[in-house]
Nanobody, 113 residues
Framework: VQLVESGGGLVQPGGSLRLSCVASGIIFSAYHMDWYRQAPGKQRELVATITNSDSTNYADSVKGRFTISRDNAKNTVYLQMNSLKPEDTAVYYC????????WGQGTQVTVSS
């Protein structure tokens, strides 16, 4: 099983990024998918969730700015991040959960001028 994130980078405050996570080795459509993030010195926190029936949920800190979506034909989950703030700086991880659970390796997002 592999979860491979991409799309991170350096962006100025107010900018946008779209993260992708491609899954292999699982029946992707059966899994609930989450995006987590971990900033230096802080605990990993849940950012957004999309269930296997396409229900979504967001942390209060990102509501209205981030959008999670999935494409089951491409085994991919996305996180569209708009109006980025310096406090969004973190390593972002995707997480697949069903009976079994899997983490990706993470992608760095840095929001700085």
């Amino acid at each position: 099983v592999q979860l491979v994130e991409s799309g991170g980078g350096l962006v100025q405050p107010g900018g946008s990024l779209r993260l992708s996570c491609v899954a292999s080795g699982i029946i992707f459509s059966a899994y609930h998918m989450d995006w987590y993030r971990q900033a230096p010195g802080k605990q990993r926190e849940l950012v957004a969730t999309i269930t296997n029936s396409d229900s979504t949920n967001y942390a209060d800190s990102v509501k209205g700015r981030f959008t999670i979506s999935r494409d089951n034909a491409k085994n991919t989950v996305y996180l569209q991040m708009n109006s980025l703030k310096p406090e969004d700086t973190a390593v972002y991880y995707c997480y697949a959960r069903n009976v079994r659970r899997y983490w990706g390796q993470g992608t760095q997002v840095t929001v700085s001028s």
